[in-house]
């Protein structure tokens, strides 16, 4: 297995990955009941080397819903029958949701709305507003 690529020149070595196998459910015919394809990425936040301290906060505010108390990031992946397979669906799963949670967010500029859409909006009002008001005028007597 290869260092798993984040960003740029942010690589996870091996040695701060933790894989385990285990037996997968559904479906899987005569293997499934002996063959260990379910697959468990796990990553260490706190402990890991790689990553700056802004880093590591950064990660453990944003994912704090998928962190353990210990701050491990678990990826479990058992959806094809060949481990090989599941172990990649978990890498690439695992790269992505870092990726996404170190990815910096622009600030919002705020903007005007343009003259042409302030204008608009209140020619809509006003034909609204006089659909309302002709709705009471010229109704049907007895």
């Known amino acids: 297995m290869d260092p798993l690529p984040i960003q740029g020149k942010l690589i996870l070595p091996l040695d701060e990955l933790e894989l385990r196998f285990s037996r997968s459910g559904g479906p899987g015919g005569q293997n499934v009941n002996k063959v260990e394809t379910k697959v468990e990425l796990r ?71 343009t003259r042409g859409s302030q204008r608009r909006r209140l020619e809509g009002k006003k034909q609204r507003s006089q659909i309302k008001r002709n709705r009471g005028k010229g109704g049907l007597t007895d």
């Open 43 to 113: 990553f260490c936040i706190p402990t890991s080397a790689v990553l700056s301290d802004a880093q590591k906060e950064l990660l453990q505010e944003r994912l704090q819903a998928r962190l353990t108390k210990d701050g491990f990031l678990i990826i479990a992946s058992s959806e094809n029958r060949e481990r090989a397979r599941n172990m990649e669906a978990a890498r690439a799963r695992m790269s992505n949701i870092l990726r996404d949670a170190l990815k910096v967010q622009r600030k919002r500029k705020p903007t005007k709305p």
